[in-house]
């Protein structure tokens, strides 16, 4: 482990580590006081991020990742900050209360499953059942902004939370069954989407203003972390639908009382 | 359109004992009971009576009586009166037929099928009102070996092996998953304190924790997991003795839940996380799950998320093939399997769910811990048993028969003040368990409610110290899968077999 000088910077070679040990030499940096940690040669190893509640309350780390992080990176995570230079799997922010994840690549299934707080940029496209139940309530709002596209149930089941799909880089949306079972929250997709890939619980809307904003803020934001060779102006110049649920109760009508 | 249902239920009102103090319009949240000012009378639409027996108990001149109805349909053992009356609803809703409570089919209940043995002559019976008597139970993963090593002359020895996160409970029976939002907030902390005051466990079901009572209760809560992640964050995870991964329940096993939007108030949706008065959707499946590696995923996910300080348990409905999945969710790093069996109750379920689908939780208590036991890996997990657990007798049967612990729901509630009128899923309950209606509600204070369920565990408690003398135990561990202590009457060879226990006489 190395020391940086500006900010407390520890570094792991995660090359021989399980993914226990990892876990426990982040959490042990963040109890030494680390604020930003790096981790080389990450291979698979699962649940980064995860293990870091409240080792140290006020200290919100910064966690960069060279390599490929496993399955459920930051699950559960509370308000930390993880980077990965390439590619993510399955479960990315899985369950995920508050704090930062950005890819730099791909993801896996089930992005954003079930999180309520926080953000998630990935800069290329997801896979399955991506932002799967995300939810939302009082203050808090997640997002989950993909630059490419996602597979089938895009959205099910939401609840709650934002989710921004780019199509960047002429991908065309695929998926199917978009937003099946969604009572709550909102997803905007650039690029065409025909109404069979739409689920029967959503309806598509025109964008309004505050739609606008929202746009505006996040795309600005993506196109900051992510080196993507195109501009927020440009990326918003292109027309978006707002996918909303027609009913908060989908399933009211189902039962005989 | 003209209902062709029958009244169920019949209320008979002695008008010479009636004084039309209307204590009964006021308990029934049904509606039944209406006073008519110009006649001075008091009137009954039974046809909206649940037979929950509310009015009855509270009239205080014991004026009321509610009985089956008597009117019934021409007899016939294949077209029921229930079948009909059924058939006659969905004609007239086309809906699915929601039901709550357990199943109350007339299915074998083989803990009736099940006695006992007791010392007589050969060994000494043990009298627990004067001498040791052991009921503390310990869940979770134990060791497969323990490391030893003597560091006095006089012979103390300490253990060098790590031991896996365990829990202590005084007696082995806790309080199943009920969920705030299934339950009032008054219902589910009066579990809380019960469990609490008495040294066991109750568990939060999928509906959260709410903040108010993590620092006080959270060390004895089991916290569950599930499939909408409701309420599920760090510190809830972190605040419990037990974290619950929820795959299924014995009442609707394979489907998922609706907590319907009208009873997810500000309260409810701050501590599910979700926004108030949309339907809280439980999927049938955690879409994170397919497999049992993806169960181990979860598993670990929650052990990081937790420091590796806590066990977790998960839960499956009894089924078919329970045995084989509970040895892969042992090898997946469950440290308690927990198996809900047909009779397991719920807040609402189809009715033709409930009714049909599962196994009884004796078979399968009897064939988990007999699979575990073949492959070596009893010693790695907990089993506790839920699903239709009356009495202590059944508790005592369900250890013999290989359980750790069992759950109890629906006796609790019954403890509560439940009647088992099965109207849960409607919101009304006129006993402030299952109801979100703040006037309903307040009827369960948490103080004297709690005082019921403390009575009932002690009450268990001392039975089950009796019988346990009676067999010559003096410790519930020595119980545990001791099928010898069972005979089955009554019962045929398969049923003999699959529960490990020879038949009566032999």
């Known amino acids: 482990m190395k020391t940086g000088e500006e900010v407390n910077e520890m570094e792991i070679d995660a090359s021989k580590l399980t993914h226990k040990e990892l876990n426990d030499a982040i959490r042990n940096c963040v109890l030494e006081g680390a604020e930003r940690i790096i981790l080389r040669n990450v291979y698979g190893q699962r649940y980064i991020g995860t293990r870091l509640y409240s080792p140290n309350p006020d200290n919100k780390v910064e966690i960069e990742i060279f390599g490929t992080p496993g399955n459920d990176l930051g699950a559960f995570l509370n308000g930390h900050r993880i980077i990965v230079h390439g590619n993510a799997q399955d479960g990315v922010g899985n369950t995920m209360d508050d704090g930062e994840i950005m890819v730099e690549g791909r993801a896996g299934d089930i992005v954003g499953m079930s999180m309520r707080g926080g953000k998630i940029f990935i800069r290329d496209s997801v896979g399955y059942r991506a932002a799967m139940h995300m939810k939302g309530y009082s203050g808090k709002k997640p997002v989950l902004v993909i630059g490419g596209t996602a597979q089938d149930f895009l959205g099910e089941y939401m609840a709650g939370g934002i989710v921004i799909l780019l199509g960047l880089g002429n991908v065309s949306h695929k998926a199917n069954f978009i937003g099946t079972g969604m009572h709550g929250g909102v997803i905007y997709i650039r690029g065409e989407v025909e109404k069979y890939q739409l689920g029967k619980e959503v309806g598509v809307l025109k964008l309004e203003d505050k739609d606008e904003e929202i746009l505006e803020k996040y795309v600005r934001e993506f196109t900051n972390y992510f080196d993507l060779g195109i501009s927020q102006k440009e990326i918003l110049s292109e027309e978006f639908i707002k996918l909303l649920p027609v009913s908060k109760r989908p399933y009211g009508r189902v039962y005989a009382y | 359109m003209q209902s062709y249902l029958l009244p169920e239920f019949e209320v008979e009102r002695k008008e010479e004992k009636c004084i039309r103090c209307q204590v009964c319009v006021r308990q029934c949240a049904f509606e039944t009971h209406r006073y008519d000012e110009e006649l001075d009378r008091m009137f009954s639409d039974v046809e909206k009576c649940v037979g929950c027996q509310r009015c009855v108990v509270f009239c205080p001149t014991n004026a009321l009586s509610v009985r089956p109805n008597p009117s019934a349909y021409k007899l016939n053992y294949s077209w029921t009166d229930e079948r009909i009356s059924d058939l006659t609803k969905q004609a007239e809703t086309g809906g699915v037929i929601l039901t709550g409570g357990g199943n109350d089919k007339p299915y074998r209940v083989y803990f009736d099928h099940l006695v006992l043995n007791a010392s007589q ?11 040791p008597m052991e009921l503390r139970t310990f869940l979770g993963c134990k060791p497969d070996t323990l490391a030893l090593e003597s560091w006095s002359e006089l012979g103390d020895v300490e253990i060098r092996t790590a031991m896996p996160p365990n829990v202590m409970i005084e007696t082995p029976i806790l309080f199943t998953a009920m969920s705030y939002g299934a339950i009032s907030y008054q219902a589910f902390k009066s579990l809380a304190i019960a ?47 037990v974290v619950e991964i929820k795959i299924g329940q014995g009442a609707k096993p394979g489907i998922g839940g609706h907590l319907p939007g009208e009873k997810v108030s500000c309260s409810i949706a701050e501590t599910r996380m979700i926004p108030e008065g949309t339907d809280a959707l439980s999927p049938a499946p955690q879409h994170d799950i397919y497999s049992i590696e993806d169960l181990s995923t979860l598993i670990y996910a929650l052990k990081e998320a937790t420091n590796y300080e806590k066990p977790v348990s998960v839960k499956i409905a009894a089924v078919h093939n329970s045995a084989a999945i509970a040895s892969g969710m042992v090898r997946a790093g469950a440290d308690i399997i927990a198996l809900d069996g047909l009779r397991g109750g719920t807040g609402a379920a189809p009715k033709i769910i409930r009714d049909n689908v599962g196994i009884p939780i004796e078979l399968a208590i009897a064939s988990v811990d007999q699979r575990l036991r073949e492959e070596g890996i009893r010693n790695r997990c907990s089993i506790i048993a839920a699903g239709g657990i009356r009495c202590s007798a059944d508790v005592i049967k369900a250890i013999a028969l290989g359980a750790d612990a069992v759950y109890i729901g629906t006796a609790a509630l019954v403890a509560m003040g439940c009647t088992l009128c099965q109207k849960c899923y409607t919101g009304k309950c006129n006993w402030g368990i299952c109801t979100q209606d703040p006037y309903l509600a307040k009827r369960i204070n948490p103080d004297i409610a709690s005082r019921r369920l403390v009575n009932l565990l002690r009450g268990w408690s001392l039975e089950m110290k009796e019988m346990l003398g009676g067999m010559g135990i003096n410790a519930i561990e020595s119980l545990r899968g001791n099928r010898d202590h069972l005979r089955g009457v009554g019962l045929e060879e398969w049923e003999l077999d699959v529960l490990g226990v020879k038949g009566a006489g032999e």
Do not use: H, M, W
């Open chain 2, 195 to 241: 469990a609490s005051e008495y040294g066991t466990l109750f568990n939060t079901g999928e509906g959260g924790l709410p903040k108010e009572l993590r620092a006080k209760y959270g060390r004895n809560a089991i916290v569950q997991c599930a499939s909408g992640r409701f309420g599920v964050d760090a510190e809830y995870l972190n605040c419990a003795a």
């Open chain 2, 121 to 131: 002559v050969t060994n000494p019976s043990i009298d627990p009102l004067r001498e």
